[in-house]
């Protein structure tokens, strides 16, 4: 049963797939996406009935002692951690970095810069632009402008984009102010599935 629930993150609505459990009409349960102010009252309701669970995301340090609940990390932090580290080995210390909205995706980029500091005893200067969670492919003008601000300001030579695609927006306006990837600026960028990218043929290094 593959479940898609519109009401998801709603306060005044359980998730459906309470419903499947309370009548104890599945064998096992795989899910991910849970909102972080409700996950707690939701996994509760689950745990408790001992099915054999799964979920996708952080994990839950409150129901470690239940033996039927397992959590699959998606590594966020990992990745920011080995970008943190590729950008300062090659010699970059002040970067751009777009990131998501919201505190989840920041305490990602936190914990990841505290692992760096304690390895390296030192740290690099992350200038940190947040962008929608579901802007993948564009970046307003604003942003640009904000993101050229701040490298001339602050000497910047590195950028991390979260997608590939947004990697194109950036190096067109890195472009209008003659500024070259790599050249000037070296650039990371995440490249997801079926995000248009592989058509491409910009420098983007990872």
């Not at 898609?4 to 349960?29: M, T, W």
């Not at 001992?50 to 990390?73: Q, R, T």
């Not at 590729?86 to 505190?103: A, C, D, Q, S, T």
């Not at 904000?146 to 950036?170: P, Y």
Request: aromatic share 12%; charged share 30%; hydrophobic share 35%.
């Amino acid at each position: 049963v593959l479940i898609n629930d519109h009401n998801y993150g709603k306060e005044d609505k359980e998730p459906v797939f309470l419903n499947y459990i309370q009548k104890r009409s599945i064998d096992a349960l795989l899910f991910s996406v849970v909102a972080t102010e409700y996950k707690k009252e939701w996994m509760e309701k689950v745990v408790m009935k001992n099915l054999p669970l799964a979920y996708v995301g952080d994990p839950f340090p409150e129901f470690e002692k239940y033996k039927n609940m397992y959590s699959v990390n998606n590594r966020r932090e990992d990745f920011l951690y080995d970008t943190m580290e590729r950008f300062y080995l090659n010699g970059h210390i002040e970067i751009v970095m777009f990131v998501f909205e919201g505190k989840q995706h920041t305490k990602y980029l936190e914990d990841a810069s505290l692992r760096f500091t304690k390895k390296y005893a030192t740290t690099i200067n992350m200038h940190i632009i947040e962008v929608k969670i579901e802007a993948l492919d564009h970046i307003s003008q604003p942003l640009l402008d904000e993101m050229i601000g701040i490298i001339r300001r602050n000497k910047c030579t590195g950028v991390f984009a979260l997608s590939t695609s947004l990697s194109k927006c950036i190096i067109k306006r890195l472009r209008l102010e003659n500024m070259t990837v790599p050249g000037d600026i070296s650039m990371m960028s995440i490249q997801w599935e079926n995000d248009g990218s592989d058509d491409s043929n910009y420098n983007v290094d990872s």
